[in-house]
Nanobody, 118 residues
Framework: QVQLVESGGGLVQAGGPLRLSCAASGITSSINTMVWYRQAPGKERELVALVSNGATTNYVDSVKGRFVLSRDNAKNTVYLQMNSLKPEDTAVYYC????????????WGQGTQVTVSS
């Protein structure tokens, strides 16, 4: 059973950095994608960034140049380094893992709050 444990959320002033981590246990397939989503109050959940097992990354336009996603395959951990944070980055951030084993399976973390004060 795959479990995702997120950490690193908190309160930060605008312009500051924060790093989120998501440690995944129970992943058995080497074919997987690790993703960060976020959901702000009253808004739909949006994909922020993803990294494939081949280390290809993609970002939503609003975070390009500010956020950096990386993964440590040995630890099955993904890191989201968030720089130059803005109040509009305030949201609950969710880790998501998609694993392929005959079919795609999707797993979610519990979410971690990021609050950026102006």
């Amino acid at each position: 059973q795959v479990q995702l444990v997120e950490s690193g959320g908190g309160l930060v002033q605008a312009g500051g950095p924060l790093r989120l981590s998501c440690a995944a246990s129970g992943i058995t397939s080497s074919i997987n994608t690790m993703v960060w989503y976020r959901q702000a109050p009253g808004k739909e959940r949006e994909l922020v960034a993803l990294v494939s097992n081949g280390a290809t990354t993609n970002y939503v336009d609003s975070v390009k140049g500010r956020f950096v996603l990386s993964r440590d395959n040995a630890k099955n951990t993904v890191y989201l380094q968030m720089n130059s944070l803005k109040p509009e980055d305030t949201a609950v951030y969710y880790c998501n893992v998609r694993e392929y084993s005959s079919q795609w399976y999707t797993y979610w973390g519990q979410g971690t709050q990021v609050t950026v004060s102006s």
